[in-house]
């Protein structure tokens, strides 16, 4: 079946940096992924979608020059969190749909911590 | 506006007794359903979905959901539950575009001995 690879899956780092998230399609053309966030104990939230070769469209509060996110292939999308400070610490979640995958996939998630 | 209701926080039951999950949606559009399972610190695996055609829609693991628009109910059943069934659950709609995913907030199952 289709498979979305995320990494890390889990990533430590100081406050003032930035981490890279990626979402890997390995069987499937992902002309659309989306890009969630999911504190403890509660639901997902949609931070943005990107299409591929576009610029992504975030949802309402969420900060695009803080989550910049790169769509620039059609197996690869990337979640830059920009000058992270310890309440972007979460969990990160991509998915995708696309070419012949009629659904939604996700990828296994990132745990980020900001320290 | 699209919407999803998770009736419960959290379900508690025995192994090898029935597991009901509820979920109500709301919808402008003939929506598509969808239930998650989500083990800790996982990510998604979906468990069924519904698109418009059977109302009672068959998934993995044993799980089954109905759904019902005169109630905008799509409730998710398995009538026995085992210990790996533990995990939290998502119902989620979307407007059968293959556009965003909404969320409900999650049920937090236990099966207990």
């Known amino acids: 079946g289709a498979v979305v690879s995320q990494h890390p899956s889990w990533v430590i780092c100081k406050s003032g940096t930035s981490v890279k998230i990626e979402c890997r399609s390995l069987?499937?053309?992902?002309?659309?992924m989306f890009w969630y966030r999911q504190f403890p104990k509660q639901s997902l939230m949609l931070m943005a979608t990107?299409?591929?070769?576009?610029?992504?469209?975030?949802e309402q509060g969420v900060e695009k020059d803080k989550f910049l996110i790169n769509h620039a292939s059609l197996t690869l999308s990337t979640l830059t969190v920009t000058s992270a400070h310890p309440e972007d610490s979460s969990f990160y979640i991509c998915?995708?749909?696309?070419?012949?995958?009629?659904?939604?996939?996700f990828g296994s998630g990132t745990r980020l911590t900001v320290v | 506006a699209q919407s999803v209701t998770q009736l419960d926080s959290h379900v508690s039951v025995s192994e090898g007794t029935p597991v009901l999950l509820r979920c109500n949606y709301s919808?402008?559009?003939?929506?598509?359903l969808f239930w998650y399972v989500q083990h800790p610190n996982k990510g998604l695996q979906l468990l069924l979905k519904?698109?418009?055609?059977?109302?009672l829609v068959k998934g993995i693991n044993g799980f089954e959901a109905e759904f019902k628009k005169s109630e905008t109910s799509f409730h998710l059943t398995k009538p026995s539950a085992h210990m790996s069934d533990a995990a939290e659950y998502f119902c989620?709609?979307?407007?059968?575009?293959?556009?965003?995913?909404?969320f409900g907030a999650g049920t937090r199952l236990a099966v207990h001995p």
């Open positions: 919808s402008s559009y003939s929506p598509s």
């Open positions: 990107s299409n591929e070769g576009s610029k992504a469209t975030y």
């Open positions: 519904y698109t418009s055609a059977a109302t």
């Open positions: 989620v709609v979307s407007d059968g575009g293959y556009n965003k995913l909404i």
């Open positions: 998915s995708a749909t696309g070419g012949s995958q009629r659904g939604y996939t």
């Open positions: 069987d499937f053309q992902a002309t659309t």
